[in-house]
């Protein structure tokens, strides 16, 4: 989905998707994080675990 904010929590860290609906956050630690997205008011979350200190995507 285009143009939705992306929020990766603990970080407070946010994308906003592009034209392909693909977002990316470089850099998070291994761990357990939750991925937020928001469009035109609706909204949904999701739990991840990062390991490997590779790209969340």
Partial sequence: ???ATVTLTPGGV???TSA????????PGNGTYTVATDHDGQS???SVTVS???PAT
């Fill in 20 to 27: 392909a609906g693909t977002y990316t956050f470089t850099g």
């Fill in 1 to 3: 989905m285009p143009g």
């Fill in 14 to 16: 946010s994308a906003t």
């Fill in 44 to 46: 949904a979350s999701r």
């Fill in 52 to 54: 490997g200190g590779g």
